[in-house]
C-alpha cells in the first residue's frame, strides 16, 4: 500500500474503486468576443438554453434528497437571472449569446470576489456551474461528464479524479461515485455538501497535483480516506479483504452520524469539549451540523486574503458577529492572524526569509511590525462578546514576555473600552502551545492566561526537526511520539493544577487512535475538522478515563519502543470500539509504507 498525497478531508468515510481520470475544460474560456446583427434570433437562442437546462434539471427533481432539491431550485433562479441579464447584454451591446452569458458571469464572478461575501466560493461554484450548461447547450457541445455517462453507463462505479466538479455534476454522476478527489473545493461548497448527502467520501489534494499522478493511478484502484485526506494506491492482491473492510467502516460511519447530537460525557462522567476548526463565515454553519459545540479554532487569515490592504475592525467585528449568530452564541476561539511561514500576504510586506519557518511569524509578527492588526483584532473581538462567548488566543509564542507583552495591548483596550462605555463581555485570553520553549516553562506561562491550545501540528515538526510537508522524514513525524506525549503530559499537569483549560487543536484531536491517550492526560477540549467531530465523540462516549490513565501513566515510564504507546492506544481503541480492527488494520498499512 503506497501514500500517493495527503489532502484535506471534506467527507467522511474510506472508498476504494478504480481511478478515472476526468481533465475538463473551462467551457467559459472557449467563448470569443462576437457581435451581431440580428437580435432577435441571439434572444431566441437564449431563451431556448434556458428551457433546455430546466428540463434537464427537472429530470433531477423528483430524487428525494433535500440537498440536492435545494440546489436544482437555486440553478433554476440563477439560470433565470444570467438570462435576463443576457437578452439586456444583447439587446444593449448587440453581443452574440454566448458572449452575453459569459459577461454577465464573469461581472458577477468579480462582484463576488471584492465583495468578500460569506457564500462567495459557493455562489462563484454555482455562477459556473450554470453558465457553462446554458453555453454547451447554445454550442451544442457535451460536457465531459455528459461523455463519461454516455462511454461509461454499464460499468462500476468509479474514484472519479479531476481538478473541480460543478454541483450539478456530483448529482448526474451520483449513482457512478465510490469516491472523489478534486484539486479545488472547500468543506462548504455544493459540490462537498451533495457529497455528503449523497455519503461519498471526499477529499482535496494540492493544486496541479493531478498531472503529476496521471501515468501512476489511471484505470489502477485507488483508496480515498476521507477521514484523513489521503489517497492511496492499495496491494492488488489486497483488494478483496480491503474492500470487505471498507464496507465494514461504511457501517459503522452510519452509527457516527447517527449519534452526532448526543453529548460527549465519558463513561466516568467527564465533559469532553468538542469544537471545530473553521476559516470561514460559511464553515461555521456545518460546526452544528456536525455535532460540535463551538469554534476552539477561528483562523482569520481569511479575512486578509484577495485583497490590497487588512480589514478594518468594523468588518472584523461584522465577521465575527455572524459566525456568533451562526452558532447560537455559542463559544469561538479567535486567533490572532497567523501570517509569515507558509502563510504569506503580499501586502503585509513580509521580508524573505531563509527559513521563514522560524522566522518572523505569528505573534512574533505582529507585536514587532503590526500591532496596529493585533489591536483592531482584539477591539474587534471585544465588541462582538456581547454577542456570544469569546476566547482570544495568540499562535507562534515563544516566551513568556510575549503573552505579557500581548496581555498589555488587551489591558490597554479593555481600559479604553470601560473609558468610552463601550459595551463588552469577558473575553479568555490564551496561547497557542506550537514551541517547545514555552511547553517547557508552561509553570510561568500559566500565571497568565485562561487557557493553553496545543498546535500539535507545528509542535511535533518543531520537537521532531522532522518537517511535515517533506516525505523523506514523513516517518518522523509522529504526533505519538512519547516526546510529545510527554509535553503534553506535563502541560495538562501543570495547567490543571492552576485550572488553566487545555484545548488541542491539531490534526492528532481528531485521530481516533491518539484519543484514548490524550483523554488520559486530563485535556478538556478537542477541536477538529468538523468532518472528524462525530466520529470522536462516538468513542468518547464508550471510554472510562479513569481505566486508561493508571495504565497511560506506567507506559509512559516503562515503554520500550515509540510503537509500544501506539499499540497500547491501539488496542485499548479496539476495546472499546471492536469495529475499529477494521480501521486500524488500513492505518497500520500507512505506517508501514512511511517507514525508510
Not at 463551538?294 to 484577495?306: A, H, P, S, T, V
Not at 479568555?428 to 496545543?454: C, Q
Not at 500539535?456 to 516517518?475: G, P
Request: glycine share 4%; net charge negative.
Amino acid at each position: 500500500m503506497k501514500i500517493l498525497i495527503h489532502g484535506i478531508p471534506i467527507n467522511s468515510g474510506i472508498a476504494i474503486g478504480t481511478a478515472k481520470i476526468w481533465e475538463r475544460e473551462n467551457v467559459l474560456n472557449l467563448v470569443q468576443e462576437c457581435k451581431v446583427n440580428d437580435i432577435n434570433n441571439e434572444i431566441i437562442i437564449i431563451k431556448h438554453s434556458l428551457d433546455l437546462l430546466k428540463n434537464k434539471i427537472n429530470i433531477f427533481k423528483n430524487i428525494n434528497n433535500k440537498e440536492i432539491i435545494d440546489i436544482l431550485n437555486a440553478h433554476i433562479v440563477i439560470a433565470e437571472s444570467i438570462v435576463d441579464e443576457a437578452i439586456n447584454e444583447v439587446t444593449n451591446n448587440r453581443e452574440c449569446a454566448v458572449a452575453a452569458i459569459r459577461s454577465v458571469t464573469m461581472k458577477h464572478i468579480d462582484e463576488l470576489q471584492k465583495s468578500g461575501n460569506e457564500l462567495i466560493t459557493m455562489r462563484i461554484d454555482d455562477l459556473i456551474d450554470v453558465s457553462s450548461q446554458l453555453i454547451s447547450l447554445i454550442l451544442n457541445r457535451q460536457l465531459l461528464y455528459d461523455l463519461y455517462v454516455a462511454e461509461d453507463a454499464n460499468k462500476e462505479k468509479v474514484i472519479l479524479v479531476t481538478n473541480y466538479i460543478m454541483p450539478s455534476e456530483v448529482i448526474i454522476l451520483k449513482d457512478r461515485l465510490k469516491g472523489l478527489v478534486t484539486e479545488h473545493g472547500g468543506i462548504t461548497s455544493h459540490s462537498a455538501i451533495l457529497a455528503r448527502s449523497l455519503n461519498i467520501p471526499y477529499i482535496v489534494i494540492p493544486e496541479n497535483t493531478i498531472k503529476s499522478l496521471i501515468k501512476t493511478i489511471s484505470n489502477r484502484a485507488l483508496i480515498v480516506d476521507g477521514y484523513r485526506g489521503f489517497l492511496v494506491i492499495p496491494e492488488e492482491s489486497d483488494m478483496t479483504s480491503l474492500t470487505k473492510i471498507i464496507d465494514s467502516i461504511d457501517a459503522l460511519n452510519a452509527q457516527f452520524l447517527n449519534e452526532k447530537m448526543e453529548p460527549t460525557v465519558t463513561l466516568d462522567g467527564k465533559h469532553i469539549k468538542i469544537l471545530a476548526n473553521i476559516g470561514n463565515i460559511e464553515d461555521a454553519r456545518l460546526v452544528s451540523n456536525y455535532g460540535g459545540e463551538g469554534i476552539g479554532l477561528l483562523r482569520l487569515e481569511f479575512m486578509y486574503m484577495n485583497r490590497n490592504y487588512p480589514p478594518s475592525e468594523e468588518e472584523l467585528f461584522n465577521a465575527l458577529k455572524r459566525i456568533s449568530e451562526i452558532i447560537n452564541g455559542n463559544e469561538i476561539i479567535v486567533r490572532a492572524l497567523d501570517a509569515g511561514g507558509d502563510k504569506p500576504i503580499p501586502y503585509l510586506n513580509i521580508t524573505k526569509e531563509v527559513n521563514p519557518f522560524l522566522g518572523l511569524r505569528g505573534i512574533r509578527l505582529l507585536l514587532k511590525e503590526h500591532q496596529e492588526i493585533l489591536i483592531d483584532e482584539i477591539r474587534a473581538v471585544l465588541r462582538a462578546s456581547v454577542f456570544g462567548k469569546f476566547g482570544f488566543m495568540i499562535p507562534m509564542v515563544s516566551s513568556v514576555n510575549e503573552i505579557l507583552e500581548a496581555r498589555k495591548i488587551m489591558s490597554e483596550i479593555s481600559e479604553d473600552f470601560d473609558k468610552h462605555n463601550i459595551k463588552y463581555n469577558k473575553v479568555l485570553f490564551g496561547i497557542m502551545i506550537e514551541v517547545p520553549s514555552i511547553a517547557l516553562v508552561i509553570d510561568k506561562a500559566v500565571n497568565y492566561v485562561d487557557f493553553v491550545s496545543l498546535g500539535t501540528n507545528d509542535l511535533t515538526q518543531y520537537v521532531m526537526a522532522a518537517d511535515r510537508s517533506n516525505e523523506k522524514v514523513q516517518y518522523l513525524y509522529n504526533e505519538l511520539h512519547p516526546s510529545i506525549l510527554r509535553l503534553i503530559q506535563n502541560i495538562t499537569n501543570v495547567s490543571n493544577e492552576h485550572k488553566v483549560r487545555v484545548d488541542i487543536c491539531g490534526e492528532i484531536a481528531g485521530n481516533e487512535i491518539a484519543l484514548p491517550i490524550l483523554l488520559s492526560l486530563g485535556v478538556d477540549a478537542l477541536s477538529m475538522n468538523p468532518v472528524s467531530i462525530p466520529k470522536i465523540k462516538y468513542i468518547i462516549r464508550r471510554i472510562n478515563i479513569n481505566y486508561i490513565k493508571d495504565h497511560t501513566i506506567k507506559l509512559f515510564k516503562d515503554f520500550n519502543t515509540e510503537d509500544d504507546i501506539r499499540d497500547f492506544s491501539t488496542e485499548t481503541l479496539i476495546k472499546i470500539v471492536p469495529q475499529f480492527k477494521d480501521l486500524t488494520i488500513i492505518y497500520e498499512n500507512y505506517k508501514n509504507s512511511l517507514r525508510p
